[in-house]
């Protein structure tokens, strides 16, 4: 009798242990995680928005888990083709994807990408916000939003905005607004944003949605007129700007950085880089250099983040069907 009960608590013993090594082995691996440096691409190149969040992030992430974060900026076609890398990476924790706003963008946009957004990451964390700030000409009569939508009604043939390229989020800001306001708005794309501010400082284009990091100097310098923002509440170092949504309720768009590992990657490793995060975005240095950036930060959970990306997708898929844009 004891002989039987002997083996069938070894037998219920085993049947525990091989149930428990998967959770044993996934906590192991956190535990050990990381043993060697990890690699983040940033799928755009660098000193934009996404490269200066990263760098300033996980040189905090490197202290904090004591092993490098090595940035690698791979550009080009709106970040998919960094994003392909990532995508088809081993889901091991040695490899992350920094990326922006087009991650929630880029699937209405290019039909026939070689990966699946949902399926082929996790969301790991938010990392940043940054509004557009909508930036004139000095020498426009306009002087916010309300005057801006009647001076774009008064002409005959609407006005001209910029954007950085089609489909940013610079692009999709001027569609928002026409579709918001009813105004005839004239897209002229530039390669880039800093091509485009130099032409608003001329003339030659007189109204932008700037990234409101990029933009700051020269509105301090009255190079350019900032009349609204497009986030919420006032911005920390340009605190006389309201908010486009004061004039046209619900108005929103950010230009936001999150970090994003291949699927299959271990749920422990997930929660131990989102804490790590989480960390890093509430040290006082990481916090000063954001605020000098016109960049918001917020403390989320991989859910959170998760529902994030998806109400992001919906708002700009919305818009990019509405505007009928097409790439790729």
Known sequence: MSGTLTRRRVVGGL?????AAPAFAQTASAQ???SRPVRVMVPYPPAGGADTTAR?????VSQILGQQFVIENRGGAGGTIGEAVIAKADPDGYYILHDATAFSVNAALYPSLPFDYAKDFE???????????????PSVPVNNVAEMIAYAKAQPGGIEIASSGNGTLQHLSLEMFRFMTGTKVNHVPYRGGGIALNDVMAGQVKFFFSNGSSVVG????DKVKAIAHTGKGRLASLPNIPPVSDTIPGFEAYEWNGVFVPK??????????NSAVNEALNAPEVKDRFADLNVESRITTPEEFRGFVKEQTERWTKVVKEANIKLG
């Open 32 to 34: 050990a995680w990381p």
């Open 56 to 60: 300033i992030v996980y040189n905090k």
């Open 123 to 137: 969301p790991v964390a938010l990392v940043s916000l940054v509004p557009n700030i909508l930036v004139i000409t």
């Open 264 to 273: 299959g990657t271990p749920a422990d490793i997930v929660k131990k880089l």
């Open 15 to 19: 049947a525990a242990a091989t149930l």
């Open 218 to 221: 020269l509105i301090k310098g």
